[in-house]
């Protein structure tokens, strides 16, 4: 008999995987027909497909102080990309802007990859390679759309990564739940 545990972590890794699976199967076909256009709408529907599934392994996991985590791992990550894009002014390969630097798509990748490698990883140790391979497949994509340079998007992977690790733990002193009036925060340590 499988347990209510195994279960949840089942749901968890098939519901992943066929996500993944839809979002490249869906884009990847195009993207080869014609490169540069299509590679941009890969990575994406890629960056979505990432943060999509970490927050659909919170949510199976009914994980509320992984949810917050989540949230401030996302948040922080564009909040820096923006910052630096602002001050930086680097002209995209393309010349559709000055916002090539860091790559705001493999920032969240790799914010989103990390942290469910940080806060799942240990139970679905299969994913954790899918997952970081989407996210270097969506660096990947930034710079055959023309987009991003390896700098760039070499930056954001960086960024992403340790911000996810910055804001995420396995095993949170920090829990959020709603109140009557709004949300309450609890935080907890063992001595």
Do not use: C
Not at 105 to 124: C, K, M, P, Q, V
Request: glycine content about 10%.
């Amino acid at each position: 008999m499988i347990s209510e545990e195994k279960m949840r972590t089942l749901n968890v890794v098939v519901s992943g995987v066929l996500a993944l699976f839809i979002t490249v199967a869906a884009t990847l076909q195009p993207a080869l027909a014609q490169p540069q256009k299509n590679w941009d709408k890969l990575s994406t529907a890629l960056v979505f497909g990432l943060a999509g599934g970490a927050e659909l392994a919170t949510l199976s996991n009914h994980d509320k102080p992984g949810q917050f985590e989540l949230i401030k791992t996302m948040a922080s990550t564009l909040v820096v990309v923006e910052g630096l894009k602002s001050v930086v002014h680097a002209p995209r390969p393309d010349g559709s802007g000055n916002d090539s630097f860091p790559s705001g798509h493999a920032a969240l990748a790799f914010s989103a990859a990390t942290y469910f490698d940080i806060r799942y990883g240990a139970e679905n140790r299969v994913l954790v390679p899918v997952a970081y391979g989407a996210a270097a497949l969506t660096a990947a994509a930034r710079v055959r759309a023309d987009k991003h340079r390896f700098g760039d998007v070499a930056a954001g992977a960086l960024i992403g990564f340790g911000l996810a690790h910055v804001f995420t733990d396995p095993e949170s002193p920090i829990s959020a739940y709603p109140t009557g009036d709004g949300v309450g925060l609890n935080y907890a340590r063992r001595f």
